[in-house]
């Protein structure tokens, strides 16, 4: 019985040695520094995408991308989430986050007009035809995109007559899922979703007039935490740039 | 005040599961406790997966079957006129899927043992097998069965990540308690959060405190 007990204790000591090395593993963060953590909204996330290649052979500096609607991200900054630059797909909310303290003053500036688009049918009369069962949409209340699309359905006049079609994605990035996986033959989505699919897509789309719905202003914030955060400044200067406007501009969107 | 709607159709969404379950569950947990099947195995791993995938894996697999462009999710969409996914339907699959463990082991070991050698004197006494098992096997797995569906209906009730990946957040169809929460907290809504989130708590204690309370009045096995 001794000797078992004996025996044991290196395996313990090194169960402990480990489960102590893990946890050092852990704990120890790159450095953090050199690392812009941005929340941004998920019509987004592809020009982010390039952006984020671009960004870091410019500069020595680290992007980290968070993606979820803008009313999600906004809640999770409200209360601590550790971002640095919050990319919403609206200018109410970073306004929002100005007032309360959270975002540097004056850092706001719009970095891309978003183009809402109908995909799946290249005429919104399909809408209200009976073959279609399921119209996806960003939720309203989380998303820019959602809010977009539920105030051209009214324009529309067909408030009515979808109402029970619609389904609503977490986020414009789960509406688009949606009809990619046939679940919903149709979707609001954003226009830069689309050209962001490189597989030669060839579903017909239909292209909203100008008066059915507002530009999407999508507003760029330096969140407070990160007022002196050198990774974070230089990602707020890139974002305005040219070479950024370039690549925004050939994913779907307007620049003011 | 928040909309309770939602919190109703959760206890229609896990009284439907669980007696579903309990159909589909009864003579396949039955079948186990008996088989000898080299497939045994393989029939109860995959019954308990959905105690270890997350719940996005059968989600998104829920998701793609349920697609009219896949075969179930376009026969259904044939034969009831109805896609699958974004309906209570389609929750009620999901729901049975993934509470499907939680109705089986419980009953499965219920089975097991000391019914099984009641049944083979019930036949030795000539009772017919259907016969045997609603005379002999039902009332000595009792408390497998009330286990097994207070198990399964408190699960359901707390089912969260495979409905928001297919259900659509559709008020009065898909949108249960726990995507409301969800969508409240994200609002910042927080008072009917805190509402919906007090009644939710209450109903699965409440529920939970039933099936001890009875498993302290009843024996584990009723003995012959």
């Known amino acids: 019985m001794l000797s078992r007990t004996v025996s044991e204790v290196p395996a313990i000591k090194l169960f402990i040695f480990l489960c102590l090395g893990s946890l050092l593993a852990a704990c120890a963060q790159p450095a953090a520094q050199e690392t812009v953590t941005v929340a941004v909204a998920a019509n987004f996330k592809p020009a982010l995408d390039r952006l984020e290649t671009d960004f870091e052979a410019r500069t020595e500096f680290k992007l980290d991308v968070v993606v979820g609607s803008t009313g999600k991200l906004y809640a999770q900054i409200v209360y601590g989430a550790p971002y640095d630059v919050f990319l919403a797909a609206d200018q109410e909310r970073p306004v929002r986050l100005i007032e309360e303290t959270q975002a540097v003053e004056g850092s706001r500036f719009t970095y891309a007009l978003g183009r809402l688009l109908l995909w799946g049918t290249d005429t919104p009369a399909k809408l209200s035809t009976p073959e279609i069962k399921r119209i996806a949409i960003a939720n309203p209340n989380l998303a820019p995109y959602g809010k977009a699309a539920e105030q051209l359905i009214e324009r529309l006049g067909l408030t009515e007559a979808i109402e029970t079609k619609l389904v609503l994605g977490e986020n414009v990035g789960q509406a688009f899922a949606f009809v990619r996986t046939g679940n919903a033959q149709l979707g609001f989505v954003s226009e830069a979703q689309i050209i962001g699919l490189d597989d030669g897509d060839m579903t017909p789309s239909w292209h909203p007039p100008a008066d059915l719905f507002d530009p999407i202003a999508q507003d760029a914030v330096l969140l407070t935490r990160a007022e002196d955060k050198p990774a974070a400044l230089a990602f707020m200067t890139y974002l305005q740039s040219d070479d950024a406007r370039d690549i925004i501009a050939q994913h779907g969107y307007d620049l003011p | ?158 089912e969260f990540g495979v409905v928001l990946m297919v259900g659509g957040n559709i008020p009065d169809r898909t949108r249960v308690a726990s995507i409301e929460i969800y969508e409240n907290v994200e609002t910042l809504n927080y008072a009917d959060a805190h509402a919906l989130s007090l009644i939710l708590l209450i109903i699965s204690f409440l529920t939970l405190f039933c099936v001890f309370l009875f498993n302290r009045r009843f024996p584990a096995h009723v003995r012959l």
């Open chain 2, 1 to 158: 005040m928040p909309d309770l709607s939602s919190l109703w159709l959760t206890v229609r969404l896990a009284l439907v599961t669980t007696f579903v379950l309990l159909l589909i569950g009864t003579p396949l947990a039955w079948w186990l406790a008996q088989t000898r099947s080299r497939f045994k195995p393989v029939i109860e791993a995959l019954i308990a997966l959905p105690l270890v995938l997350p719940p996005t894996v059968l989600g998104f697999y829920l998701l793609i079957a349920m697609s009219p462009n896949a075969p179930f999710g376009g026969f259904w969409l044939q034969a009831t006129g109805d896609t699958l996914s974004f309906s209570f339907t389609g929750l009620v699959i999901g729901s049975v899927v993934y509470s499907f463990p939680f109705m089986i082991q419980p009953l499965q070991a219920a089975f097991e043992g000391p019914v099984q050698q009641a049944m083979r004197t019930a036949a030795s006494l000539r009772a017919s097998r259907l016969d045997a098992f609603f005379t002999v096997a039902v009332p000595m797995s009792l408390r497998g069965f009330v286990t097994a569906i207070v198990l399964s209906f408190a699960h359901t009730l707390g």
